[in-house]
């Protein structure tokens, strides 16, 4: 039996461990489970080598609970450890043994999944419990070892008796952690740190029909058919699903495969996604992932926490801000990437290098997957952009980038159902208004309803009128305006109307010249002539006689 000081300069580290090592008790199983993960892909990367004498076959972790003892127990039958290797990996604090294996076996090992880099995961243990052991056996011939220690820097370690290779922590949960004892709180974990984790993760067991057994049919004394009832049989109830779609190669995946993975993410959700992207990058960054465009009807406000961010398949968070740009945020999905730091401020993170590749790399994806949904199925896109908008609009706004690639699917829809990018609006206006030698002018409306009379007129005058109803689109064509500059934008019951309608297109006012002066007078005395101005003999359609309007700065200022 050894006995000794586990390697720390201050004098008790454990008090300072549970206090500032994560605020989140919780996530101790997440970096327990995380080991496991850890131990069994370093023994499936050493039986791929050749390296050790190993049988690799279908390994997978088991978590218990015994409430009665007050122990939670987390199993492998990972690569294990030799006594030597406990006191190198766990008594040295701070030692990380997955980064050292990351250097012993540097390019072999890159893609191999392993999490651990802090060298202090396992000690979050000590965060919920006040005694923790470990027995484990070593995957080479050396004897099992037996860990023990009651959160004061002594430690004991003992040969153990356990002959089948892997890991057994076991933790003795403390009083005021009781909760970590409750069934249904390590299930509520499993399922949302360990959901989508490499390895079966086994949590007690399940009832199932027998697949191998055909229920016969039964006849009865008096004829009657029966079938005979199905046989159960009890397996391992496996809580996570170990090759989640964005682990898989975009080409092995079909359209109902993604849509699967939706419902697998968001089982509450009903609502099918409008589309989805694959993420899929490994240079300069490691980055995989796959992000849903949910229907979104024009609220600006809705849940921004439906991305999820996991590293090695190891969920992280699901606030993504910082890493996925503003904009995005309002889609659904998982990234995963082990390039991006975990354990560091949201600042830091939107200063990091690498993280601002990442967001960039997001945005283009995004706008390229776009950009081909618009090529290929351009009914299809028309027919999805009163969902989508809001994303595209608040993104043409806020990344310039964005703004630049969306000129090729932002699109304008016209009161009549018309659809046009920029370019083709351009185009459409341009032969119309050969006397304006400055800006070209579009008419655009919100409100068809509240609009239509203005609407209508300029419709009969044979101007184009866009119907731009998103809450955000006033701020968008303020933009276009200042950077595209070509045409400028002004709403249908604007004044500015008056002034494209050029006068010989203008037709005759149904009412006499004496009519005309008295109604004239009549509304002046009735509407604020600073706010409005009023003008008779612009209209030309029945259903309106004459025509109120507004300065389009005053309409701008309140929106
Ligand atoms: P990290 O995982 O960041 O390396 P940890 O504190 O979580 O740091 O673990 C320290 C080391 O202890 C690991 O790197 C590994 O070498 C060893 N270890 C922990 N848990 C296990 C396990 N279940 N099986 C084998 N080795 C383990
Ligand atoms: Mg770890």
Known sequence: MTKGNINVSVENIFPLIKK?????????????????????????HLSTLGDAKVEYGNPKIEVKVDKKGKKLHVIDQGIGMTAEEVEKYINQIAFSGAEEFLDKYKDSAKDSGIIGHFGLGFYSAFMVAKKVEIITKSYTDAPAAHWTCDGSPEFSLTEAKKTDRGTEIILHIDDESKEFLEESKIRELLLKYNKFMPIPIKFGTKEINDPDFEPKTITDKDGKETKEPHKKITVDNIINNPTPAWTKQPTDLKDEDYKDFYRELYPMQFEEPLFHIHLNVDYPFNLTGILYFPKMTGELNIQRDKIQLYQNQVFVTDNVEGIVPEFLTMLR????????????????????????????????????????????????????????????????????????????????????????????????????????????????????????????????????????????????????????????????????????????????????????????????????SEKFSVQLEAMDSDASPFMITQPEFMRRMKE
Not at 20 to 44: G, Q
Not at 405 to 413: E, G, I, M, R, V
């Open 20 to 44: 500032f090592l994560y605020s989140d008790h919780e996530i101790f199983l997440r970096e327990l489970i995380s080991n496991a993960t850890d131990a069994t892909l370093k023994l499936k």
């Open 333 to 528: 999905g998982v990234i995963d990437s082990p390039d991006i730091p975990l354990n560091v401020s949201r600042s830091y993170l939107q200063a990091d290098g690498a993280v601002k590749k990442i967001s960039s790399y997001i945005t283009r994806k995004v706008a390229d997957k776009l950009k081909s949904l618009f090529n290929n199925n351009r009914e299809d896109f028309e027919a999805k952009w009163n969902d989508i908008k809001i994303v595209i609009e608040y993104g043409m706004l806020s990344e310039e980038k964005f703004f630049e690639k969306a000129d090729a699917f932002a699109l304008y829809p016209s009161v009549d159902g018309k659809y046009y990018t920029y370019d083709e609006l351009y185009n459409k206006i341009k032969a119309n208004q050969t006397d304006k030698d400055d800006k070209l002018v579009i008419l655009y409306a919100s409100d068809k309803d509240a609009q239509h009379s203005y609407i209508e007129a300029a419709k009969a005058k044979g101007y184009e009128v866009l119907l731009l109803d998103s809450p955000i689109v006033s701020h968008l064509m303020q933009k276009l305006e200042t950077s595209k500059e070509k045409i400028s934008f002004a709403r249908v019951d604007a004044d500015h109307i008056d002034k494209l309608i050029k006068k010989e297109d203008t037709t005759i006012s149904k009412l006499s010249e004496e009519q005309t002066k008295e109604l004239d007078e009549l509304l002046k005395e009735l509407i604020p």
